[in-house]
């Protein structure tokens, strides 16, 4: 069965760096695209990273764009999450998510981590 | 941006009864990209919904999406105690990538 287990979450202070991992299984990995999708506390969803599944092409919204890169090792059925410059507002639960589309990018999550938490507090 | 708005911000049901939830959006959503998740307080989401009426894989009959544009709706035809829980729409037609801010659905 598929399973999407993310590590890597912590307490960090605002302007350092953390990287958070997404271990795949069950799937084949290299054909899906991926995503990241957070959780501030209390608060909604919000979709913060996308990575075809080539890892070619990589996509952010504005709010964490220069500063998060996503990248996947399809060898090691693994994604990664680099995040750089952390601000408070970055506090969440970050989950890792399969795109629904095998070989395509459909652009909606079908399987879903457990979620790793991220604390930006000094 | 597509900006989703959800209403209502919480619905308050008795088990066997229907609920209807709206998703609208602040401009067309191309083709019909509307998912709809469901979660439950302390666990991952759970996707319900694609193409704004598909159901995934292993979602029981009792939900169903419709709509087109800027106005969707997810129905829960009768209410089972798991269903007790946030639902969020996503529109996946154009970057970003947007939720809205999910509706409530509680126990009378």
């Known amino acids: 069965q598929v399973q999407l287990v993310e590590s890597g979450g912590g307490v960090v202070q605002p302007g350092r760096s953390l990287r958070l991992s997404c271990a795949a299984s069950?799937?084949?990995?290299?054909?899906?695209?991926m995503h990241w999708v957070r959780q501030a506390p209390g608060k909604g969803l919000e979709w913060v990273a996308l990575?075809?599944?080539?890892?070619?092409?990589?996509y952010f919204p504005d709010s964490v764009k220069g500063r998060f890169t996503i990248s996947r090792d399809n060898s090691r059925n693994t994604m990664y999450l680099q995040m750089n410059s952390l601000r408070a507002e970055d506090t969440a639960v970050y989950y890792c998510?399969?795109?629904?589309?095998?070989?395509?990018?459909?652009?909606?999550?079908?399987?879903w981590g457990q979620g790793t938490l991220v604390a930006v507090s000094s | 941006e597509i900006v989703l708005t959800q209403s209502p911000g919480t619905l308050s049901l008795s088990p066997g009864e229907r609920a209807t939830l709206s998703c609208r959006a602040s401009?067309?959503?191309?083709?019909?990209?509307l998912a709809w998740y469901q979660q439950i307080p302390g666990q991952a989401p759970r996707l319900l919904i694609y193409?704004?009426?598909n159901r995934a894989t292993g979602i029981p009959d009792r939900f169903s999406g419709r709509g087109s544009g800027t106005d969707f709706t997810l129905t829960i035809s009768r209410l089972e105690p798991e269903d007790f829980a946030v639902y969020y729409c996503?529109?996946?037609?154009?970057?970003?990538?947007?939720f809205g801010p999910g509706t409530k659905v509680d126990i009378k």
């Open positions: 998510a399969r795109d629904a589309g095998a070989g395509y990018l459909a652009g909606f999550q079908d399987y």
């Open positions: 069950g799937f084949t990995f290299s054909s899906y695209g």
């Open positions: 990575i075809w599944f080539h890892g070619r092409d990589t």
């Open positions: 401009q067309s959503v191309s083709s019909t990209y």
């Open positions: 193409g704004a009426s």
């Open positions: 996503q529109q996946y037609g154009s970057s970003p990538l947007t």
